[in-house]
């Protein structure tokens, strides 16, 4: 049907009117119909498709687009293959090299992928790096921050033998030296493997210097110091979770040593001095560019000491020129612009017991949700504003003159020995002489005395308990009996009244029941709604989460070789006792609000606690926050142990046994015995 011809079937010219193709239809039907002597069937189908072709519309339609009165056939395609591949005598060396390409090839290649893509964790660290972090932090757990400079610098991704992308140099056997003469305390001395290895010392050297902001050969070192401050995010970032894993380790008492918060806080306190490029002491007005050391001797007067970055925002505009006016009007308007971006933290938190039927009552051992509200703003809505409060600062170390808990009720009650050790520890003296045999027969009476305390009073709230349970059991036998009295005699009583004073009281009572019943509607209305939207709530957040994402804001940070977003940790911690409750929640989304929340078991003893949440920013000095969480801990509602819905008369279980032998429904039996009556 490919060269498929209406007109040269039915032998008319091009353009022929319907009656001349149905004459020429006619004349030869008669002369090719298969029931003719002179018949043929295929040439009388043709002759058919071309008589429809031109007479029928769609037939028409189809055979003017597609060449064919059916429509579109059946298309076909072929892959256009050399003939050298399909000849007999090439075979064999076909057949070989799909061998070569499928079974040699592919493997080596994905293989080779595989065991590269292993060695790496989900945050492209290597995994023996992380094992030698596991090493170090479980040998020391009080780590200084000096310290955790030279672990990092020891990461295997500077090593040439697990990181084919470092480079080695020649011209680094006389750089390195020479860098490491300009600078104290390197402790390149260090015996301890592999913090003296070569890699280790070049990659100290230089963090050195990047915190010093030293200028370095471009050509050289400071092409190493961009690879090595590139991956320091993630490096770090693995830190804080390694000293996170190994604190939960040791609270399930997996291993001894419990690392103290300084650690995971020095690994937090080193990722904002890599992006900035300063060290811990100094001031964070450094951040701003064209701000130096000789500037800074402008911030400080006996009328107005500038400290930190909030201070100086708050100033107004002349004041602020008049402390920068060592610099030119566009360094001053870039300093401004930079100052205006920075972010301005409004840190809320919100405690309370999910799930609970008293959610703003927390009790010993319930779990507590910390609902952390992030607001971003930024620096610019402060300038000028000497009105608003400067937000608190962590402070590390609090002095321990306040107690760690405030136990209320009577001596005995909800007191733990362990909470009453360090009581006597923070009251005594300075003066006092610690030890002695003294001391210690002092401590083990009164834990003595503490203990007989706790017996007593458990053994007086269980004899309390069992006196109201059967208090309760007579009450439920006075009520039930009082209840059967009144009915019977509500029924005689009954009878004397008129029908009309009968009606009225049925009416007001039906309609206090139906206003009673429309209130518990209301209410269970209202409950229903509050449940849905904490429910919603839920879904919303774990949708939040399921989507997170790692863009927010840009940070400023011209010594950082990449484009860095602000990132934020905030966790729950207990300044007294130097321990983390919650693990560091790593906050990658804050545009403009966020809502983080970190869970944590309440103590185990009532009173009142005072924890710290806190919240560090990985890319500036000068951003941190505290707010004390204050938790009033009451005593758990304890379990019950007596049941007075199971202790049932015999008297009652007759009486129920009568009421259910006599039925409301008849039954065969019945039927039967009143045929025979």
Known sequence: MSNFDPYEILGVPLGTSQKDIKKAYRTLSLILHPDKETGDEKAFMKLTKAYQALTDDEARKNWEKYGNPDGPGATSFGIAL??????????????????????????????????????????????????????????????????????????LEFDKRHNTQVTERQSDNEEV??????????NEKCKEHPLCRLYSIKARSILHAHLSRMPLNPNTLDKDRQFIVKKCPYLIQEMVSCVNQLIMLAYARRIAKLPHISTIENCMKLSPMIIQGLWEHKNALLQLPHVGEDHLRYFVSKKRPIRNLQQFAQLPADERRAILRSLSDYEYENVMKVLGKMPLIDFDVKCEVVDDENSNVVTAGAIVTVTVELVRRSMSDLFGDTSA????????????????????????????????????????????????????????????????????????????????????????????????????????????????????????????????SDEGKKSSVEDDDVEWEKFQQKINKREKLEGKSKVSHPVHCPLFPEEKYEYWWTYICDRKSHTLLTAPYHVTNLVHREEVQLKFTAPKWPGVYVFTVCLRSDSYFGMDQQVDLKLDVKEACAVPTAHPQWNISESESDHEDREINESDFTTDSSDAEGDDN
Request: aromatic letters at 8%.
């Open 82 to 155: 050399p003939s050298w591949i399909v000849e007999k005598e090439n075979s064999v060396w076909v057949l070989g090299l799909y061998a070569l390409v499928f079974m040699v090839a592919l493997p080596t290649v994905v293989g080779t992928w595989w065991y590269r893509s292993i060695r790496y964790s989900g945050d492209k660290v290597l995994l023996d790096t992380t094992q030698m972090y596991f090493y170090f932090f479980h040998k020391t757990p009080n780590m200084q921050l000096k310290r955790v400079v030279m672990i990092l610098a020891a990461s």
């Open 177 to 186: 030296p020479a860098l490491i003469k300009q600078l104290p305390h390197l």
């Open 389 to 516: 409060k400067e937000k608190q600062s962590i402070t590390e170390e609090k002095e321990e003159a306040g107690d760690e808990k405030e136990n209320g009720g009577g001596a005995g009650e909800g007191t733990a020995e362990g909470g009453d050790k360090e009581e006597t520890k923070v009251k005594e003296p300075v003066w006092k002489p610690k030890g002695g045999k003294g001391g210690h027969k002092s401590k083990s009476k009164g834990g003595a005395n503490k203990s007989k305390q706790l017996k007593q009073a458990a053994a007086a709230a269980a004899a309390a308990l069992q006196k109201e349970a059967a208090a309760a059991a007579a009450a439920n036998k006075a009520e039930k009996s009082k209840s059967g009295d009144k009915s019977a005699s509500a029924s005689r009583s009954k009878e004397d009244y008129d029908g009309d004073n009968s009606g009225a009281e049925s009416d007001g009572n039906d309609n206090n029941n139906d206003g009673s």
